[in-house]
């Protein structure tokens, strides 16, 4: 039998090169999910090491026990929050600010944004105001906050808000004044106008900048957060934070910034895969 004879056959029979077609999306599936281990180990690395490193320094007695407790003594304040069913009251209380401010600062300067990344009249009108307004830092809003909405969860979130909306407000501005002019030139060309023009074409343009924006903005509501508990606050990570430090209990201060980073970085971890998405579906 001749060569081209014998591969057909092969293929007919279910011989060598039939198997091998199988078998390539198998492999490639193993090699995608060796990187992904790969990855998590060297993201695991250096936080091993700056573990290994805290309980070695807190053991060898350079700090006292008040400057640098162990992680063991920061594991023993964590179970007795979590045995007294405080821990959780804390992280639901803070999540919940985050989230709420977040999604609020976020929608708005998603419409600002838009607003004077489109309109030159817009801009020249408002955008000196904004920009001096993102210019005063966090801390400054709180007694005004105080005296316009008293201690409650208002002043707290109206904090968190600020925080949130001016990443989205200038990365979405910027982005849609540098948007390909012949591409809007096209749109318009197939009788696309206003909203229907941005919705269509200007924002699907822009979607890797506003992703880029927005997990800012997530970053600057947890950072706002601690700020926005300073508001006569009596629950949440950021009170948890400074009541520690009245009290003098410095392992519960590392608890509550040990437990600001990881919910932080889950939080814009979640953000991550949706922004994935998102770049797939319309970028």
């Known amino acids: 039998m001749s060569a081209p004879a014998s591969s057909a056959a092969a293929t007919r029979t279910g011989g060598t090169p039939a198997r091998g077609t199988l078998k390539a999306p198998a492999g490639r599936a193993g090699g995608w999910l060796d990187q992904r281990l790969a990855r998590l180990g060297l993201g695991l690395l250096v936080p091993v090491l700056l573990l290994a490193a805290w309980q070695l320094t807190s053991t060898a007695g350079v700090f006292s026990a008040v400057q640098l407790p162990s992680p063991g003594a920061v594991y023993n304040?964590?179970?007795?929050?979590v045995q007294r069913g405080q821990l959780g009251t804390h992280i639901a209380i803070s999540t919940q600010r985050v989230l709420t401010g977040f999604a609020i600062g976020s929608a708005l300067g998603l419409v600002?944004?838009?607003?004077?990344?489109?309109s030159r009249l817009a801009d020249a009108l408002l955008g000196p105001v904004i920009g001096a307004l993102r210019a005063v830092p966090s801390l400054a809003w709180v007694p005004l906050l105080i005296l316009w909405m008293k201690i409650g969860e208002d002043s707290k979130i109206t904090l968190i808000t600020i925080g949130a909306f001016f990443p989205v407000?200038?990365?979405?501005?910027?982005?849609?004044r540098h948007v390909d002019r012949n591409l809007v030139e096209a749109a318009r060309a197939f009788g696309l106008r206003g909203v229907k023009l941005l919705t269509t074409v200007q924002l699907p343009a822009v979607v890797p900048a506003v992703c880029s924006g927005l997990r800012l903005a997530l970053a600057q509501s947890w950072l706002f957060l601690v700020a926005a508990e300073l508001i006569a606050s009596s629950m949440g990570l950021g009170f948890l934070l400074m009541d520690s430090q009245n009290n003098g209990r410095t392992d519960r201060m590392f608890l509550a910034i040990i437990t600001l980073a990881v919910f932080g970085k889950a939080t814009d971890a979640l953000l991550g895969i949706a922004e994935k998405w998102a770049v797939k579906k319309w970028a």
């Open 77 to 81: 304040a964590a179970a007795d929050l």
């Open 112 to 118: 600002l944004g838009a607003l004077l990344g489109l």
């Open 169 to 176: 407000f200038t990365t979405v501005a910027l982005a849609l």
